[in-house]
């Protein structure tokens, strides 16, 4: 695997009832997205870990623990020296336990929105970014639960590789299946 030189890192962050804070992606990969980047020269993982949280989120994180360090195969916009495209990128992924501060956009430019996902961010703010009326909030929940019973179907035989899933679900979705 030829992997990137840009290592990454994540955050988990559950409020008291276990919701997590996301970000709502304005670049690409869009969507929701856990507060995450690119390790500065001269950092170290927890460092950069940190500094992310903080720039995308305005928390200032007091204790952490990491859950996850890996290598992941997935194709990067970068080249090496040769001009071959990296195929791999390595990651740190810490569950964030104790922090200070609320949770607020921090980088406009990047995300629409920031906080933790619950009823009150689908229903009052994607909801009405995505045209559903009061009345019709529902279909979100609706939607939600067939998004997790196709991935737990695709789990169940076997589909565990995030680009395998990454494949079905948008053939799903050019034909039709998620409108």
């Known amino acids: 695997m030829n992997l990137c030189p840009g290592k990454s890192v994540g955050a988990v962050i559950r409020d008291k009832d276990g919701a997590i804070l996301v970000l709502y992606r304005k670049k690409r990969p ?7 980047g690119h390790i500065d020269e001269g950092e170290t993982p927890p460092d950069a870990m940190q500094r992310e949280v903080y720039e995308e989120t305005g928390l200032e994180v007091k204790r ?50 920031v906080g933790f996902q619950n009823s009150y961010l689908l229903e009052q703010i994607i909801a009405p970014r995505r045209g559903f009326t009061p009345t019709t909030r529902r279909k979100i929940y609706n939607e939600l639960e067939n998004r997790a019973n196709i991935l737990k179907k695709l789990h169940e035989r076997g589909l565990t590789n995030f680009y395998e899933f990454f494949n079905v679900l948008s053939k799903a979705y050019r034909e039709g299946l998620f409108r």
């Open 64 to 113: 952490y623990r990491e859950v996850l360090h890996s290598t992941f195969p997935n194709p990067c916009s970068r080249t090496d020296a040769a001009g071959k495209s990296y195929d791999g990128h390595e990651w740190w992924v810490y569950e964030v336990v104790e922090w200070s501060g609320v949770p607020r956009l921090m980088e406009p430019d990047k995300h629409e929105f």
């Open 30 to 36: 869009l969507g929701l997205a856990l507060p995450a």
